[in-house]
């Protein structure tokens, strides 16, 4: 049985809320209005959110969005050219940017001033190695502090960071360095898991990586003819001028997981991290001071929305170099004074099994984020509780569209396991296996909204997203490929995928339903 546990705002979070903030200043009266309004009018939305998070650009603004070549070719910032890591750096330079816990460590942190003072080093270095504007670097490593430096580094020399997971085996780091063809590759000699050291640059050896440079210098490293260490590859610490692109242009590329064949190879471009920024600002309610600890990689599309959400909204990453389901986890993020934490279901489950988070103060956090997988409320109940009943922000999105178009608020009711509203600035309906409006169907998102891809680097991307899709009220539809129920009270529960469905004796069924029943009996953990 479902629990019916929830939480609901009290007067004084909604009204220091950024939605709030932003509903007093269009003289609405509800969320719903707002999501309507952000909805309606697309062109003063986003002006607004580009003045809540202090966007920089040069030139004239012309028009926000520009469809001429049609929804699916929209074009946003017309006019204007820029570098999103200038937005990055509008923080005090005093202020802790990224606090990190390295194994048998104390906690440590890096200012703002600190981090650009690492990434200009970053930068002066690439273009010392000849770097132009437009090649490819990739990054096949861990979250730490150097691979968020290195990620932003890259793009202010207006270059393309090639983010590639580190669990991935040679085999598949090949793939997506056959189809990106970096430049430069940087990764760490090994990486620290369950106690164990597991080789890293061994591995892209492996996959006849591009010139490497290996973060750790080790003795037991062994590099290849022209490889360097990070130390022999950083050159001067002086300022580096962010070189300044079309909004469009691609600045970072993210993979699908590609279990079925070759990844899906996504551009996500300069004003693909607004999109990121203003679900932190409006969904997660980030805000200056705040401290964001996401266990990810960037690899994964949470990894640059971990960075971009965070420091665009001026608040601080927290790190740690480890896993989340060590109980040190805990530790951290009670000490490192976390506000906002996400997770994927899975590692709720783990702590929940081993209770090995119950012993720490989480009371700092004001709310949780859940994404990746489909939750369950028994879970996502627990999960409030470790925190003194904090809401969770379930969260779904996609690679493609550089954030969440189904979330939650801090202004509404949260109920686990269940989204409250459509992301604002973007909408979508659900359509039935007959192409009708249904309660329970296939996603489909009403193009345009900010942060949805253009393009695939290897694939077509109008046949990928659009071939063939319903029209709806006259508007041509944009593929997503999850199920969604919308409840009676308006909400949203995920179902899964509209191609993870079995047939069992005529009767559909998908693993999201099974594993609800399985997580019930507890001989199964």
């Not at 973060?215 to 070189?243: H, M």
């Not at 690679?399 to 939650?408: F, K, L």
């Not at 509404?412 to 309660?439: C, R, Y």
Request: hydrophobic content about 40%; aromatic content about 10%.
């Amino acid at each position: 049985m479902e629990s019916m546990h929830f939480w609901e705002p009290s007067k004084a979070i909604v009204e220091q809320s950024n939605i709030y903030a932003m509903m007093l200043k269009n003289n609405l009266n509800s969320y719903t209005d707002l999501w309507q309004w952000s909805v309606e009018n697309k062109t003063t939305f986003w002006r607004q959110t580009l003045d809540n998070l202090g966007i920089v650009y040069d030139g004239q603004l012309n028009s926000m969005v520009d469809c001429t070549d049609g929804v699916a070719q929209s074009k946003w910032l017309d006019g204007v050219c820029m570098n999103i890591v200038d937005s990055c750096f509008q923080q005090d330079p005093d202020t802790t940017a990224i606090i990190v816990q390295e194994p048998k460590k104390e906690l440590r942190t890096i200012s703002y001033g600190q981090l650009k003072t690492q990434v200009d080093q970053v930068a002066n270095s690439l273009i010392a190695e000849g770097v132009v504007p437009g090649d490819s670097i990739a990054i096949n490593m861990p979250m730490t502090f150097e691979a968020v430096a290195i990620y932003l580094g890259v793009i202010k020399t207006g270059a393309v960071a090639v983010t590639i997971a580190d669990s991935f085996t040679p085999a598949e780091i090949a793939i997506r360095l056959k189809i990106t063809s970096p430049r430069l590759l940087f990764t760490t000699g090994f990486i620290n898991r369950a106690g164990k050291q597991l080789p890293l640059y061994q591995k892209v050896k492996e996959a006849n990586a591009p010139k490497t440079v290996v973060i750790q210098k080790d003795q037991a490293i062994s590099l290849r003819e022209g490889d360097l260490f990070w130390t022999d590859f950083l050159k001067v610490r002086t300022p580096f001028n962010s070189v300044k692109r079309a909004p469009e242009d691609p600045m970072t590329i993210l993979f699908s997981s590609g279990t079925t064949g070759e990844p899906k190879a996504i551009p996500w471009t300069h004003t693909t991290p607004i999109k990121s920024a203003s679900d932190g600002y409006y969904h997660h309610n980030i805000k200056p001071g705040d401290v964001i600890c996401w266990p990810t990689n960037l690899g994964w599309m949470m990894g640059p929305w971990l960075v971009f959400s965070a420091l665009i909204n001026k608040a601080s990453i927290a790190i740690y170099y480890g896993a989340p389901t060590e109980p040190n986890f805990g530790a951290f993020v009670a000490q490192a004074g976390v506000t906002m934490l996400g997770v994927i279901p899975s590692f709720v489950r783990h702590w929940k099994q081993t209770k090995s988070m119950e012993s720490y103060n989480w009371n700092a956090i004001q709310c949780f984020s859940s994404t990746g997988e489909v939750s369950n409320p028994v879970e996502m109940t627990y999960l409030m509780k470790l925190a003194g009943n904090k809401p969770v922000i379930e969260y779904c999105g996609g690679t493609e569209i550089g954030g969440g178009y189904v979330t939650s608020t801090l202004v509404q009711k949260n109920i686990p396991s269940t989204f409250s509203t459509q992301a604002l600035g973007g909408s979508f309906v659900l359509l039935d296996e007959t192409n009708k409006v249904a309660d329970l169907g296939e996603v489909f998102i009403i193009p345009p909204v900010m942060g949805l891809s253009t393009q695939l680097l290897n694939r077509d991307h109008f046949e990928v997203y659009y071939k063939n899709t319903p029209e709806y009220d006259g508007k041509l539809l944009r593929r997503h490929g999850d199920q969604m129920r919308r409840l009676p009270n308006g909400y949203y529960k995920a179902t899964g995928r509209v191609d993870d469905a079995m047939n069992l004796g005529g009767i559909k069924i998908s693993a999201v339903q099974i594993e609800r029943v399985l997580i019930q009996i507890d001989l199964i953990k």
